[in-house]
């Protein structure tokens, strides 16, 4: 099959570029034809720039104009879309349509539906705008970045899209990450028969050692969405060793106020992070949004590290309580401080929910299952298409 992968890469490499990256891999290894698309937001600079951007934000016609030169020479059978916000446009989507191919695309977060992308306001969960098709309240509030230009731009694009679904309903398919994700965008009235679940997955590390560090391990972007603050304060009741990795906005004020236990990294190597992570005794995913589907999770999973994750949203499904890991409710102090501390103290049952945490990942999350669900995806897709003809 001739596949064509499009996204739109951010300023800061993030779990959707590793995502785009591994599944071209795994297509282009298993016999598929494969061409990627890619822009980047890193060409975005200055005011001029940013208004550009934002004008242009429904169909950027330079973009669209190389994209479809590419389709063109390419002449795929499918075309997958991962990000296309905000240089990518869903111009090209429509373009894809335009031409009968079928197109797909992956949702990383929610921005479909919520500004944002990630259901949060002020530190907390809000879906005031689900279902709410001029999304007002993101309006109200500027939330995308806190400016009202910028959220007037994603809510048109999300209308746009949405546009573009309901109209096309042969040739336009979304892929949800978990089965929590699938079913925001069906509360929001997208049509349920064409969304399909697919997991990320991550190549196999192999597990860590039988004997742990008395380590917590936080991976991720340093954010008030993360957790992290809560973690830090955490720390301060554990005897234990807190290793941040990762970089963010809430890096210096993390760092001023961390008690002598909480170790920062910043961003690490790839092969380093896993060799932390498969000699950690927890990992550690406090956050305060519903998440998209967190790779650090599936790498635990991989090591037969044990995690402890917030009750919330798709982390509530990827990690399984008492079996590979443990739920405790987010930023509730008492629990989190039991259950980590339990780990730490308890390895006969570290070691168990490590195991379960690895059995899950064979049975589910290895890129093999990846493959064989993305490429059942893409058949069902073409049929649908083919079917309309």
């Known amino acids: 099959m001739r596949i064509l992968l499009a996204h739109n890469r951010y300023q800061q490499r993030g779990g959707e570029d590793l ?82 191919i079928p197109a797909l695309q992956t949702l990383h977060n929610f921005r479909h539906v919520c500004a944002n992308g990630m259901f949060l306001r002020r530190g907390s ?59 925001q965008m069906i509360a ?52 234990a060793i807190f290793e941040i990795i990762g970089d963010g906005p809430e890096m210096q004020r993390l760092r001023a106020v961390a008690p002598n236990n909480v170790i920062f990294r910043g961003w690490l190597d790839h092969h380093d992070v896993i060799e932390r992570i498969k000699s950690a005794a927890v990992i550690a995913v406090p956050s305060r949004w519903f998440e998209g589907f967190p790779m650090t999770v599936l790498e635990a999973f991989s090591a037969g590290t044990p995690v402890v994750a917030s009750r919330i949203g798709s982390l509530a499904e990827i990690v399984e309580d008492g079996i590979s890991g443990l739920i405790r409710d987010v930023g509730h102090h008492q629990s989190w401080r039991e259950s980590v501390q339990l780990l730490l103290d308890d390895t006969r049952l570290a070691t168990t929910l490590g195991q379960g945490a690895r059995r899950a990942f064979e049975k589910k999350y290895t890129n093999q299952h990846n493959l064989r669900r993305l490429t059942e995806i893409y058949a069902l897709a073409v049929d649908r298409a083919a079917a309309s003809a």
Request: net charge positive.
């Open 19 to 100: 995502v785009f990256e591994q599944e071209a891999s795994l297509l282009s290894g298993s016999g598929h034809e494969v061409s990627t698309f890619l822009v980047s937001n890193d060409q975005i600079e200055g005011v001029r720039s940013k208004l550009e951007t934002a004008l242009n934000v429904l169909d950027n016609r330079q973009v669209v104009e190389e994209f479809a030169d590419q389709v063109s020479s390419f002449r795929p059978e499918i075309v997958h879309f991962h990000n296309f916000f905000p240089r990518l446009t869903p111009g090209a989507v429509r373009h894809v349509i335009a031409r009968k």
């Open 125 to 183: 969960v809000c879906q005031s705008c689900l279902n709410r098709p001029m999304r007002l309240p993101a309006l109200i509030h500027r939330c995308y970045r806190n400016s009202s230009l910028a959220t007037f731009a994603v809510t048109r694009v999300g209308r746009r899209f949405r546009q573009l679904f309901d109209s096309h309903p042969s040739h336009l398919t979304l892929v949800a990450l978990t089965a929590f994700a699938r079913e």
């Open 188 to 239: 929001d009235g997208y049509s349920p028969g064409r969304i399909f679940i697919k997991p990320n997955s991550v190549a196999d590390s192999g597990c860590g050692s039988q004997t742990r560090e008395r380590r917590v391990l936080f991976v991720g972007r340093l954010s008030v969405e993360k957790g992290v603050d809560f973690l830090i304060e955490l720390a301060r009741s554990i005897d």
